[in-house]
T-cell receptor, first 115, second 112 residues
Framework: DVKVTQSSRYLVKRTGEKVFLECVQD?????MFWYRQDPGLGLRLIYF???????EKGDIPEGYSVSREKKERFSLILESASTNQTSMYLC??????????????FGPGTRLTVL | QKEVEQNSGPLSVPEGAIASLNCTYS??????FFWYRQYSGKSPELIMF????GDKEDGRFTAQLNKASQYVSLLIRDSQPSDSATYLC????????????FGIGTKLQVIP
């Protein structure tokens, strides 16, 4: 019954490393999202994608990039990790339809620590 | 002004009481409203959604929407210790690419 999976639950990296976070969904959803969640700041949208090879900046894209080569896979890339990118990263997907109750399905999250 | 506002809490209620969680939003064009529950260390899971003014009930949960006041709430009846979690209010606008904006969440503690 797994719908959205993320490559790692916990990750520890060093400052300056390039970091890849992978997300895969099996629901054939068009839209996929990357959020980070920090205490007191809630969920903040980093990037989203509404189709293969398409991407849009969210509210906090600085220091991140994304890749969507296949419909089911959406990758978040930290080009040069910094300590202020230590956070919980959540991937989500949603079907692109006009149905009002469409919900976002979340992956289990990746807790990234940058030393 | 934040787009979706919630009191971060914690909101403490005794077991068996009604917990009332509130959320306001700034975009009058918002169409759909969601309540997610998030246990510590876990990802959010949907409890309810609402898109019409009024009340929507599902078991012990009732969502209330007042678009004129830009206000949405979640009532939890007969609160249980297992309801202790952070509750996220989320709002989706009209059209676009289904971008959803989240509040910071209200931490609920149900005291046995």
């Amino acid at each position: 019954d797994v719908k959205v999976t993320q490559s790692s639950r916990y990750l520890v990296k060093r400052t300056g490393e390039k970091v890849f976070l992978e997300c895969v969904q099996d629901m054939d959803h068009e839209n996929m999202f990357w959020y980070r969640q920090d205490p007191g700041l809630g969920l903040r949208l980093i990037y989203f994608s509404y189709d293969v090879k398409m991407k849009e900046k969210g509210d906090i894209p600085e220091g991140y990039s994304v890749s969507r080569e296949k419909k089911e896979r959406f990758s978040l890339i930290l080009e040069s990790a910094s300590t202020n990118q230590t956070s919980m990263y959540l991937c989500a997907s949603i079907q692109n339809s006009g149905r009002a109750g469409n919900e976002q399905f979340f992956g289990p999250g990746t807790r990234l620590t940058v030393l | 002004q934040k787009e979706v506002e919630q009191n971060s809490g914690p909101l403490s209620v005794p077991e068996g009481a009604i917990a009332s969680l509130n959320c306001t939003y700034s975009d009058r064009g918002s169409q759909s409203f969601f309540w997610y529950r998030q246990y510590s260390g876990k990802s959010p899971e949907l409890i309810m959604f609402i898109y019409s003014n009024g009340d929507k009930e599902d078991g012990r949960f009732t969502a209330q929407l007042n678009k004129a006041s830009q206000y949405v709430s979640l009532l939890i009846r007969d609160s249980q210790p297992s309801d202790s979690a952070t509750y996220l209010c989320a709002v989706r606008g009209f059209g676009g690419y289904q971008k959803v904006t989240f509040g910071i969440g209200t931490k609920l503690q149900v005291i046995p």
